[in-house]
């Protein structure tokens, strides 16, 4: 999808579809230690990429309905 600013045409940002631990606990309004306590309590599942560690949306979606 492309948006008009003035004379140019950029790409709009598509939502991302994952996230990194700093900002899936941001999200989640949590520390980095919470986050990790919650992976080994196994209340998120997360992905891995070689050594880092992602959260799909549908993942952080699906923890955020099941606290409430």
């Given amino acids: 999808m492309k948006e008009k600013s003035g004379d140019s045409i950029r790409e709009a940002a598509a939502p991302a579809l994952r996230f990194e631990v700093v900002e899936a606990a941001r999200m989640l309004r949590m ?5 990790y306590n919650c992976i080994s ?12 560690t992602y959260f799909t ?8 309905s099941t606290c409430g």
Avoid: F, I, N, T
Wanted: aromatic share 4%.
């Fill in 31 to 35: 520390s980095r230690a919470q986050l």
């Fill in 41 to 52: 309590d196994g209340a998120l599942k997360p992905q891995k990429d070689g050594s880092r």
């Fill in 57 to 64: 949306r549908s993942e952080l979606e699906r923890y955020v």
